[in-house]
Each structure stands twice: as C-alpha cells, then as structure tokens.
C-alpha cells in the first residue's frame, strides 16, 4: 500500500495574523510590484520562469486555512499560473473560504506584475521573490545570461521561510515599555469610488534630482517625502480640524536592525505625526519635526520594544485559548482604533538592485498598495524614482498638492493614472 506524503503546515508570524480577520472587499489587503521591461513580455517564457521560482519559495504553493484558534498557512499542489492582466490594481487575492495560492503574476505588454496578499509577505519579502523571478525569466529568454547570481540565491530554503519573530523577540518574557495615551490623528474624508475601484497616481522621476533637494535641507530621501506628503494633506485640512495631528504610519523592515532574509512578514511601524498650528507652516519646519521623530523612533531599542509589546500579547494565555472567530472579532475592532491614531501611511521599499547584467533590460520598478484612504509607496531603481500614491476617492487635491510641491522644487516628473 503507498504511503500518503505528510501534509507541511506553517503558522502564520505575529504580523501577519491581523490580515485574515480584517480583509474585505474594500480592503483587500493586497500589495503589487511591478517590473518594466524594454521588451515585450513573453507569456511562455514567464511561465517558465515562474515555474522555477516556486521551488525557491516553496511557501508560496501555501494556501491559508483556519483553525480552532489560529489561521495557519498549509502545503498545496497548485501549480501557479501566469496570466495576462485583466483584473483591477490590487483586486483581492484571499477570498475567505475558498483555498487559493496567495498571490499572482500578471504581465501587460512590458510590465511583469507580482501582487500579494499580506498575510504571506512584506514587500521586502515579496520583492526576493519578484527578483528571482526575473532573473529566470530575463536567462530562460537570452543565452547571453548565465551563472547570474542574485544577492539572496545562496540562502538557505530554512532561512528564507524562518518566522524571524521568533527568531529575534521574546515576548513577554521581558519588562516592556507602556506606551503613552494614543491620540486621535486627523482623517482625510472623500467620495468613495464605486465597485470598490482604487485610484492609482504614479510620478516617475529622478532619485538623483529628489535626492539634491532633500540635502538642501540636509535630511534624506523618506524623511523629504513624508514631509511633502504631511504638508499635502495638511493644506486640505479644515482649521478646526488642526487640533488633530497628521500622522503617517510608516512600516519599518527589521531586516536592517536585525540579520534575517526571510521572504515572509519581518517588519514593525514607526508614526509620525505633525500638529499644524496654522494653515501657513513652513516646509522646513515639517521637515525639522518629521526628521527628530524618524530619528527618535528609528532606533533597534524602540523596534524591539515594539516587536515584543505585540509577541507578548500574542503568548498571553487568555489569547491562546479564545476561538478564532471571536479572535477575529477582537482583531477587527484593534484595527478599527489603530486606525483612529493615523492619517495614512507612507511605505518605501527602497533601493531596489539587479544583477549589473540586465542593466538597459530592466527600465524601473514601481510598488503601490490597496487603500482604504489616500496613501503612498515609493521604489527607487538606478535614477528611476517611483512615488505612487493610491486612494478609494475620487478627490486628488492631496496628489496634486504633493506633486505641485516636487515640481515647484524643479522635479521634472512623468505622471500616469489609472482612471
């Protein structure tokens, strides 16, 4: 008689169980990097391509499942499947019940799409596997490219599916710090797309011209544009509306705190808010304020206190033993207050490199996020700079105000929208 192969199951890390209980139509909890070519993409040839990549993230085969009291990630035979792109930016991935791999690789004309469902990955974690699907594709079509070597090729398959919270924090078994009384942050209102549509607003420009403009008010590249993006949306606000901050949240990726080169979720968040005290506050008084706080908040201490205020929460027995519908419940209703504490977010995937080989193959990389409010992802390649700013309204005053104040800096910027 054969033997069944022993189905493999995984749990989900810390960061990665609020997704499951608070997706929905509206906010489905998906995240997209793209890749723009200087040639037409070849279905065939990606699919290839994707093929191999699965094997180095046998993760990604996973399909999500409920328990009695956790969600958990569990081994499946589906094969992935490119196609090309028919569905909206972002569309959900996770639809409940029905077990499905947890993302998709799309392709429009020169563009390769990858898009994720949170609970699998952050966008550094996304962004290996994105990386590695590229270099198979950019060899399978061109025999000028052999023995490529990406950055993360000889980690480990242990190493690049490791829960790195465990890994790192623990929990309640240390003194953690209380946090002070959380203050209700300004919300950005609207008109509400319909069919649960999301506006995308993409500038391309030069890192390097963004770059000389932050150093003049000696500060760095994210620093600038939460700043810009602060002064934006506090140029829409009411002047009754001013006694509540403009707070951006803004995901932090532990990898550079701490050693890990997981692909899954490994990251933490920093807010930073500003309190307009009239509706003419200098730029450079927000770039000053929003600096200190990145630079107080930005630290392995504060990281690793907040990592473990939100381990220990998980290890508290009350919390082990609740059912996961009642779980998801609790997680619903956190999810609503924390949201109360920010405006929006602000998410920099950073420099993104490839081996120098594809230099003039690859043209620029671009990462944006579902919105259930106005916010903004940026991605650098070489001097390709990539701000992309998405929003579930139909209002734009607050893109148009963040670009107008690039352009006014001297920017040259290349705009593109969906709608």
């Not at 065939?44 to 993760?59: G, K, N, R, V």
């Not at 070489?382 to 734009?396: G, N």
Request: charged share 20%; hydrophobic share 40%; aromatic share 10%.
């Amino acid at each position: 008689m054969k033997q069944q192969k022993e189905i493999e199951w995984t749990s989900l890390e810390i960061a990665s169980k609020l997704y499951p209980a608070t997706w929905s139509l509206k906010d489905p909890k998906v995240f997209r990097i793209s890749c723009e070519l200087d040639q037409i993409v070849s279905m065939a040839h990606l699919q290839q391509a994707l093929d191999l990549t699965i094997d180095d993230f046998p993760l990604y085969r996973c399909v999500l499942k409920r328990g009695l009291f956790w969600y958990y990630l569990e081994e499946s035979n589906i094969q992935p499947k490119v196609s090309p792109e028919a569905k909206a930016v972002c569309a959900p991935i996770y639809m409940g019940k029905k077990s499905d791999l947890l993302f998709r690789v799309s392709f429009y004309r020169k563009r390769i799409n990858l898009e994720v469902f949170h609970a699998l990955a952050d966008g550094t974690g996304a962004l290996l596997f994105l990386q590695t699907l590229i270099c198979h594709y950019l060899t399978i079509k061109s025999d000028d490219f052999t023995g490529i070597v990406l950055a993360n090729e000889h980690s480990s398959l242990s190493s690049v599916r490791e829960n790195s919270f465990d890994k790192y924090f623990i929990g309640g078994m240390r003194k953690i710090k209380k946090p002070g009384k959380p203050k209700k942050a300004y919300q950005i209102r609207g008109t509400r797309l319909s069919e649960n549509r999301m506006q995308l607003i993409e500038g391309v420009m030069s890192t390097h011209s963004v770059l000389r403009e932050a150093h003049k008010y000696q500060t760095t590249l994210t620093v600038f544009l939460a700043s810009l993006f602060i002064y934006a949306i506090g140029s829409e606000m009411k002047a009754k509306k001013r006694i509540h901050p403009v707070v951006l949240a803004i995901p932090v990726n532990l990898r550079q705190y701490f050693q890990s080169v997981t692909a899954r979720n490994f990251f933490s968040y920093i807010n930073i808010g500003y309190r307009f005290e009239k509706h003419t506050d200098p730029l450079s008084q927000v770039i000053r304020d929003t600096e200190k706080l990145f630079k107080e908040q930005l630290t392995a201490e504060n990281l690793n206190d907040v990592s473990n205020k939100y381990l220990a929460i998980e290890q508290n027995m009350l919390s082990r033993i609740i059912l996961l519908p009642i779980k998801d419940l609790i997680l619903r209703l956190a999810s609503r207050l924390a949201k109360r504490q920010s405006t929006s977010s602000l998410s920099n995937l950073g420099i993104i490199t490839m081996p120098p080989e594809f230099d003039g193959i690859i043209h620029s990389f671009s990462f944006c996020t579902n919105a259930n409010r106005p916010q903004m992802n940026v991605c650098s390649y070489k001097d390709v700079l990539t701000v992309s700013i998405s929003s579930p309204f139909r209002e734009t005053d607050i893109q148009k105000n963040f670009f107008r104040l690039l352009s006014q800096a001297g920017i040259s910027i290349e705009i593109a929208a969906n709608l």
